[in-house]
């Protein structure tokens, strides 16, 4: 019996449902104290004196510092993450890159509001808030850029002293002969589409839990991150410590999303001050500070030409568009070069320019989250897509099956270099296939009909198609260690960490099916940077692919382990050797056997040794699965909805994805990641929006003003599968985790403009709030 | 400045001395270690920290610890049964992929109690209803919806079979 395929229950489950979790925020350590940031209440001041003396003088306060408390002790933090880019493509894009370092605490000078500028450590957290209405900050303010149009002007402030214009990173590409294509086509479109800045907002803020133990010199960290060998790398440089010193766990984690992919300036003050107090020091972030200050996503506004001619074709697409980044960019172009890279989706459109501006602001940094630039890309696209249509007087289908790439052009090279230095190439799928797939589901035909008869009843309903592709499953590597213990259970070991992704479970499936042992017998472990020599971490829709298969691989080579030590034990050649069910026995001969247990006995080192010459003693198998470049998933989303014209309120009747991951672990787990994908995808599409006033402040700081979408809001979404296996990778996966957030945005504006037409309503900013759209009806109803 | 506050968690008598400021949340998560009990906002609106107070559904993070002195309280530590079984609405919960990352199921474990209670064979909407305030970033809710119609469907089986 095989395991994967299968809906195998979660072993993350009873934990989780009984209370027995642990969260960073769950775990005390005797003597530990809480920590609590001051944070900047201005988007761009001078710190022009902080008084700390009155709330270290507090009782029940240990420590309060701030930057120059630590100077030359802790380091920045660096410029840019690992997320830097191949030489190839340097060559290819020409980037200007500014590096933009970032204090950990503020320190003559703050650039956003939410910016840590002081730490108070003390007995609990009620006596630290005491503490902090202590400290007094004069500020003197400076005005603000809160808009990167502004930012980028001739005369302007410069945010970050060291950089000679705001604009931190640029890059320009093309294919084709977009101006020829211009002159050759019938016609051109010209329009701005944006899309807001929204938060990644995990129900689980971040946290972190630092002791020290003096006595080795070892440093404990828990972070509720999505990269412990990240974090871990960090802490040891700007603390100066030697790495295997530090051990960093993200114990049970609450989302992320990508909120949690990177290294805060909290996960390195947090243990400095572990040590340097010789105490556990404990920061849990709240709500507010959450929507404050941690990484924020998605602000990008694009200017669009598109060429094209009568019958749908699009012949070419010229866009420049702008990244708001806010203080400071850590992840350099990952956002704003997969927008560039995935901007023509399942379409093959040969002439192609775009150039992005990623510029810095007074507003909180941001971060890649859930679809990394997918989202904005595929709004863009799709938007593209119904406005030629409409211009045109099209059915919208029409205009995608006019332009999507064909299945017999696959493997489909469209003309870039991805952002791991390799040539984008989509490995395998049928997208029109697909797209058919989706329109049957969501019985296409038969709702044009019946929508022509209940809109002149006077009803706005209205259909919206959206689709995408996807690069998932990036390198560089994961790995996994698996190990048969002395009882003959099993256990894999992996780098990158779950968050709600059901690691435990889908892994020890592909483990369990190598060694024909029921998954209960498998026990799979991450999060830890102890447990393995390198890891990466689980974001951008890479666990199943890179993660899975290493698990893959690593058991086959254990499994040829075990067959050969049996077969000295048995005195037959393994390849008359079976193993199943925790035994291994001659294919011939099944009563006679050895277990895994007694594997495991006869693999230790000593006279009685029984492993193989030639092989190392030890049951144990490692393997780093380096994928040759990311493998592509696709997908269709089709939305129904019905607005109500008075109120302005998008009422989302129907949901339909149909979708290909390559092969699937655990379906109820795959459509589990489409259904709670989509419903952020809603949340973006209707709701969601950080609102920064033109003085940088945020006025979205609560769960009352930044909206979260409910169940009331969130439909059943109905699925189907495609199944093209990947060819690069042994198992034919592709990554899931975020193409159910791609499309909603797209999917369901087109069909809001869909149930308004013939009102020429053009909606190409987000999010649809009510007050927008009622706004937009009664223009486009008195024009 | 604290205060003696006497209280029912769980079934167990528990007496403590409290500063009347100390929110419910925190002092059933620190003091008590129940740590079941999650926040997400800490403002009531994500329903995270969801409790039972003498059988009814509160927000811990909007209560402080004194109003509940001679109160009975309920965590999602209360819910597995004597012998460590998941009760029928925490194993529709794994039967139906209604969790993903769990940190948002406890408050909606408590919610779902609470409401069962009151409304045991509610209809789609009455559950949607039920369930919208409580947040969750993972699953898109669905899955949720069909774990408390496995509960409730299950429940009314049980009555039919006992007439
Ligand atoms: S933590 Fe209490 S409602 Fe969110
Ligand atoms: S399962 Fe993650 S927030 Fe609900």
């Given at each position: 019996m095989t395991f994967t395929g299968k809906n195998i229950k979660r072993k993350e489950d009873y934990r989780l449902l009984s209370g027995n979790s642990q969260f960073v925020a769950d775990m005390q350590e005797p003597g530990m104290a809480e920590a609590l940031f001051v944070r900047s209440e201005h988007a761009h001041a001078k710190l022009n004196k902080i008084d700390i003396s009155k709330a270290e003088n507090m009782g029940g306060v240990y420590s309060v510092i701030i930057a120059e408390h630590f100077n030359g002790e802790v380091d920045q933090l660096p410029p840019h993450s690992e997320f830097t880019l191949p030489q190839n493509l340097i060559d290819e894009i020409n980037p200007i890159i500014q590096p933009c370092p970032e204090d950990i605490l503020a320190k003559d000078r703050v650039i956003y509001v939410g910016q840590p500028i002081a730490i108070i450590v003390a007995d609990n957290r009620y006596i630290a808030e005491d503490a902090a209405e202590l400290i007094e900050i004069e500020y003197e303010s400076l005005p603000s850029i809160t808009d990167p149009y502004k930012a980028m002007e001739q005369d302007v402030d410069i945010i970050h002293e060291q950089m000679s214009s705001n604009i931190q990173a640029q890059f320009d590409l093309s294919t084709g002969n977009y101006d020829q294509a211009l002159k050759d086509s019938d016609n051109v479109l010209k329009e701005r589409i944006k899309t807001p800045r929204v938060a990644a907002n995990p129900i689980e803020t971040r946290g972190i839990l630092s002791t020290y133990d003096s006595r080795n010199g070892k440093l404990q960290v828990w972070s509720s991150t999505q990269v412990t060998f990240m974090v871990r790398k960090y802490i040891s440089k700007l603390l100066g410590l030697v790495e295997h010193n530090v051990r960093v766990v993200a114990p049970?984690?609450?989302?992320?999303?990508?909120?949690?992919?990177a290294v805060y300036p909290e996960e390195i003050i947090i243990p400095y001050l572990s040590m340097k107090l010789d105490r556990p020091v404990r920061w849990i972030e709240d709500r507010m500070e959450h929507l404050l200050s941690t990484r924020q996503s998605r602000d990008q506004t694009h200017d669009v030409k598109v060429s094209y001619n009568n019958d749908g074709t699009i012949t070419g697409i010229q866009d420049y568009f702008v990244l708001d980044n806010g203080a400071y960019n850590p992840l350099v172009l990952t956002c704003s070069y997969n927008t560039a890279a995935h901007l023509r989706g399942v379409y093959d459109i040969p002439n192609f320019v775009i150039g992005g501006n990623c510029v810095v602001t007074n507003k909180a940094p941001t971060i890649a989250y859930r679809g990394a630039g997918r989202p904005e890309a595929v709004f863009v696209m799709d938007r593209i897509i119904h406005l030629v249509a409409t211009s045109l007087e099209l059915d919208p289908v029409e205009v995608m099956m006019k332009n999507m790439i064909k299945p017999e052009q696959l493997p489909y090279d469209s003309g870039l270099i991805y952002r791991d230095g390799e040539k984008v190439i989509y490995d395998s799928g049928d997208y029109p296939d697909g797209l058919k797939q989706a329109l049957e589901l969501a019985n296409y035909d038969k709702f044009r009909k019946e929508q022509k008869k209940v809109k002149s009843d006077g009803s706005y309903v209205g259909i919206g198609i959206s689709s995408y592709v996807e690069g998932t499953g990036i390198g560089p590597h994961e790995g996994a260690i698996v190990r048969l213990d002395s009882s003959g259970h099993v256990m894999a070991f992996v780098g990158s960490a779950p968050h709600g992704q059901s690691h435990e479970t889908t892994l020890s499936q592909i483990c369990a099916d190598e060694f024909g042992l029921d998954p209960e017998k498998v026990t799979v472990k991450a999060g830890d940077t102890d447990l393995i020599p390198y890891g990466v971490g689980t974001f951008a829709s890479r666990g199943a692919v890179t993660a899975g298969n290493a698990v893959h691989v690593a058991s086959k080579k254990l499994q040829e382990k075990l067959l050969a030590i049996a077969g000295e034990i048995l005195e037959i050649s393994p390849s008359d050797l079976e193993m199943n069910d925790g035994k291994v026995f001659p294919r011939a001969m099944q009563n006679k056997y050895v277990t895994l247990e007694d594997l495991a006995l006869a693999a230790?080192?000593?006279?009685?040794?029984?492993?193989?010459?030639?092989m190392e003693p030890g049951v144990e198998a490692t393997h780093y699965f380096v994928p040759p470049t990311v493998t592509y998933s696709s997908g269709y989303h089709v939305a129904i909805v019905e607005v109500d014209?008075?109120?302005?309120f998008v009422d989302i009747l129907k949901y339909y994805v149909v979708h290909d991951?390559?092969?699937?672990?655990n379906p109820k787990i795959v459509d589990g990641q489409i259904q709670g994908g989509v419903a952020q995808g809603i949340g973006a599409a209707l709701y969601e929006e950080l609102v920064y006033d033109d003085n940088g402040q945020l006025l979205t700081g609560t769960y009352m003003d930044y909206l979260i979408p409910t169940a009331m809001e969130i439909p059943d979404v109905e699925m189907d599968h495609q199944e093209f296996l990947s060819t690069r990778n042994p198992m034919g996966v592709k990554g899931v985790g975020e193409g159910g957030t791609i499309s909603p945005p797209a999917a369901i504006t087109n069909a809001v403009c869909d149930a308004l037409?013939?009102?020429?309503?053009?909606?190409?900013?987000?999010?649809?709030?009510p007050s927008k759209l009622r706004q937009r009806i009664k223009v486009a109803k008195t024009s | 400045m604290t205060e003696t506050i006497s209280v029912l968690v769980n079934g167990k008598k528990i007496t403590s001395e409290v500063e009347p400021r100390l929110l419910l949340s925190d002092y059933l998560r620190e003091k008590l270690d129940l740590t079941g009990t999650h926040l997400g906002c800490e403002h009531g609106v994500c329903g995270a920290c969801t409790i039972l107070v003498n059988g009814r559904t509160v927000r811990s993070c909007l209560m402080l610890a004194v109003q509940v002195d001679g109160c009975e309280v309920d965590t999602v530590e209360s819910l597995t049964e004597g012998d460590g079984m998941l009760s029928p609405l925490q194993q529709a919960f794994a039967d139906n992929h209604a969790l993903q990352c769990g940190f948002c199921t406890p408050g909606f474990l408590m919610t779902i109690t609470g409401f069962l209670e009151n409304n045991p064979d509610p209809n789609d909407e009455e559950i949607k209803q039920a369930i919208s305030g409580n947040l969750c970033r993972?699953?898109?809710?669905t899955n949720i919806l069909k774990a408390v119609k496995q509960v409730s469907k299950s429940r009314k089986l049980k009555e039919v079979v006992k007439e």
């Open positions: 049970d984690v609450g989302g992320g999303f990508g909120s949690k992919c230790k080192p000593g006279p009685k040794c029984k492993v193989p010459e030639g014209e008075e109120t302005g991951a390559g092969k699937v672990l037409n013939p009102l020429d309503i053009k909606l190409n900013d987000l999010p649809i709030s | 993972c699953t898109g809710y």
